[in-house]
């Protein structure tokens, strides 16, 4: 930054320099044609003294272009770092908030706009520099010269900082539009969505739709565009009409005092420079005035509260081991921009060690009541305790390092397989023992196997050409990754959703061995995993509306009957193989 300022001292410096010798050498070379002698060493001087300003300033210029440079990566480092840092730190429930997304959008590589205003305030220094110099000229000659050139900038400048702020406006108002954009373009070059979209052959509407929404932020952006040109071709004319009354002015200037060619050459160019200058410092000015908005906007995103969104501060340790259990009470919970409850006074108790089926169709609550359990979505009422204590109440790391989860949308990390299962714990992340062990259990290591490079083999071809495997085995994957981490509470989203009956009784019956001794709650489609759990949880339209063992429930012949009933084509030939696995329960 220093070296940057002290660059722009230099820099401006050397207009004035350039404008005195150019007089004088004029000047010399004029007394030169006209002398009867050959006295040429003052003009060699000059000339020498023209060329060192010219290499001079190239250099300084280079040199203050490639640290201005070095500032802009340091700045996009620290700034993108700020944006990540938030992004994963803030509420789970911010992701839900399109909002979020869109502000999120328009800061998301303002590294360099983040520095702008820094760099514009030293470039207006160095115009500043320039414009003493060529003021410091043209009052000598004439102290109008300088007012007329400051007259013809002032209308430049309101033009600019008019359609910056309307730029901003525009870019805050086409902000939703270009994220959809975005959303279809993503889609159409996304190796995960492209299967589908060949086979409903939907390229043609995506593109339709990304077309559309690009033409109409273009169209805006080139309407405002073709104004804001016109009105600086207004104002252009008006700078020209100013400078052709400097240019009578300075005619007039010369017919009644006595000035040299040299004179004359060097006020025009004086006069050109001052133009020239007060404009660049006008764009500059107005540029500073757009990016302030910007650089506002930044931080407003940091300052991004919703009261509804609790923020966990709990500083209590987390129950080791869980003694008492963990409680619902009137638990309600309603996204925000949400009109009907999602979850509705949900209140049940689950005692050590206890395994619980969660059941219900799709929508009816399941993986919502998980994530308020994880203190991941907020109740709008009700508490959440375990052990008699408010989830926030308990320190957050704590709480989330003794809940381990996988949930049916896991993520497909393009890692090595080792990487794949190590992150579910990265303190453990060279415990090979351990991930073995998780990766038999889970099926995974059976497929590994088979793999050149083993457990260092990479999964995915996004960053390298690596192993793209079945739905099943990425599942597998997940799995082992959600059992490596050696937690109180272990709990499964429809975790064998993608997996066949019979691997899923595999992975169940060897699940049992992790699951012994903690709480395991299931979630499930599939009524046969039910009968494993010591208690199941019927779940309709946010409610609980039953709860008891398969048999007890059964008895009612009601929700979970006829649910059970109407799967019991898949498994009414139950196999020993079954009763064994069942034979897990408490």
């Known amino acids: 930054m220093i070296a940057s300022v002290t660059l722009s001292i230099v820099n401006g410096c050397f207009p004035f320099l350039t404008l005195w010798i150019s007089k004088e050498l004029i000047d010399e070379v004029t007394r030169f044609i006209q002398s009867d002698t050959w006295e040429y060493v003052a003009l060699v001087w000059l000339l020498i003294g023209q060329f060192s300003i010219t290499v001079l300033s190239s250099l300084s210029k280079n040199i203050k272009e490639y640290l201005d440079k070095q500032m802009v990566y340091k700045v996009e480092f620290d700034v993108q770092h700020m944006i990540l840092a938030n992004t994963s730190s803030v509420p789970v429930m911010y992701f839900d908030l399109a ?18 205003p820094v760099r514009t305030m030293i470039d207006m220094f160095e115009a500043a520099l320039s414009l003493c110099s060529y003021a410091a000229f043209l009052i000598v000659i004439h102290w109008s010269l300088l007012l007329v050139s400051l007259l013809a900038t002032i209308p430049i400048f309101l033009v600019q900082a008019k359609y910056s702020q309307l730029r901003y406006r525009l870019h805050v108002k086409q902000n939703p539009v270009a994220r959809e954009a975005e959303y279809y373009k993503y889609l159409l070059q996304d190796r995960t969505s492209a299967k589908e979209i060949r086979l409903f052959g939907l390229a043609s509407f995506f593109l339709n739709r990304w077309i559309e929404k690009f033409v109409q932020n273009a169209s805006e952006t080139l309407r405002l565009e073709r104004r804001q040109q016109g009105a600086e071709v207004g104002m252009e004319a008006v700078s020209s009409f100013f400078y052709m009354g400097m240019a009578v002015a300075l005619i007039w200037l010369a017919r009644t005092t006595k000035m040299s060619i040299g004179d004359f ?92 089926a969660i059941i219900g169709q799709n929508g009816s609550g399941k993986t919502t009541l998980i994530k308020c359990l994880m203190g991941l979505y907020p109740p709008l009422h009700g508490q959440i305790k375990i052990d008699g204590k408010n989830i926030y109440d308990i320190d957050q790391k704590q709480l989330l390092s003794n809940i381990t989860v996988i949930f049916q949308d896991f993520i497909r990390y393009h890692l090595t397989v080792r990487e794949n299962i190590a992150v579910g714990d990265i303190k453990r992340m060279d415990d090979w023992e351990r991930i073995q062990a998780v990766a038999k259990v889970s099926g995974t290591d059976s497929f590994i196997q088979q793999f050149a490079l083993g457990y260092e083999t990479p999964l995915g071809r996004l960053l390298v050409d690596g192993e793209d495997l079945s739905g099943g085995q990425w599942q597998k994957i997940a799995l082992a990754r959600a059992l490596f981490r050696d937690s109180q509470v272990v709990i499964l989203d429809e975790p064998t959703a993608s997996l066949d009956p019979i691997a899923e009784m595999e992975i169940f019956q060897n699940f049992k061995l992790l699951a012994d001794k903690k709480i395991a709650i299931f979630i499930s489609h599939r009524m046969a995993a039910s ?26 012949r009601q929700e979970y009957y006829h649910m059970y009933t109407m799967q019991a084509q898949w498994f009414s030939a139950e196999s020993e193989y079954t009763k064994e696995v069942v034979g897990w329960r408490n």
């Open 265 to 356: 050459i060097a006020i025009i160019q004086a006069i050109q420079g001052t133009q020239g200058t007060l404009n660049r410092i006008s764009t500059l000015l107005a540029k500073l005035y757009e990016e302030k908005l910007y650089i506002k906007d930044f931080y407003q995103f940091f300052e991004i509260k919703e009261p509804r969104i609790e923020i966990n501060k709990g500083q209590e340790p987390f129950p080791t081991p869980i003694q008492r259990g963990i409680t619902f009470e009137n638990v309600s919970f309603r996204y925000i921009h949400g009109d009907r409850d999602v979850l509705s006074n949900v209140s049940f108790h689950i005692n050590p060690q206890e395994k619980i």
């Open 531 to 556: 009968r494993m759990a010591d208690r199941i949880i019927v779940m309709k339209e946010g409610k609980i509306v039953e709860m008891g063992t398969h048999e007890e429930l059964m008895e009612l």
């Open 99 to 116: 909002e979020y997304h869109n502000h999120l959008q328009r800061i998301s590589g303002g590294g360099s706009r983040f520095l702008s």
